[in-house]
């Protein structure tokens, strides 16, 4: 293999190991037992139930934020997380202005990003239809 191939090639292993490991850090969760909210008035309400799957190591804490996919300028808000392996997170932990589309059905994103120190390892993300 000639030099610049050389050069080529380290980077290229270390962008798709860090790819491999962030694309196996997932979330999930469910909207749970919060007001039907269709005025475009959130309220504040309790977290829901998340479940986080192969945190990478290293992980020190997670941040949780809700985006609006249809109304993106919108701050829902969420948290910062201390947790350093994955599991359940139980709702309550934390509060944030709930779904509340104004006009019909809108799809809503969580997004996880694990953290160590100021460094990320990785972000998760996902997505539900309000109301289902």
Not at 103 to 132: I, K
């Amino acid at each position: 293999m000639n030099s610049f191939l050389k050069t080529l090639a380290a980077p290229l292993f270390l962008l798709a190991a860090t790819t491999s490991a962030q694309a196996d850090f997932s979330l999930s969760f469910a909207w749970g037992d919060i007001p039907r909210c269709t005025s475009g008035s959130p309220n504040t309400v309790p977290n829901p139930r998340f479940t986080l799957q192969d945190l990478p190591a290293g992980t020190e804490t997670v941040e949780l934020r809700l985006v609006d996919l249809d109304v993106r300028g919108y701050n829902h808000g969420g948290a910062t997380l201390r947790m350093g392996q994955s599991g359940t997170i139980p709702s309550g932990l934390f509060t944030y202005r709930s779904p509340c589309p104004p006009n019909g059905v809108h799809t809503y994103e969580w997004t996880a990003t694990a953290r160590q120190g100021r460094t990320v390892l990785g972000t998760a993300t996902a997505r539900r239809r309000y109301p289902e």
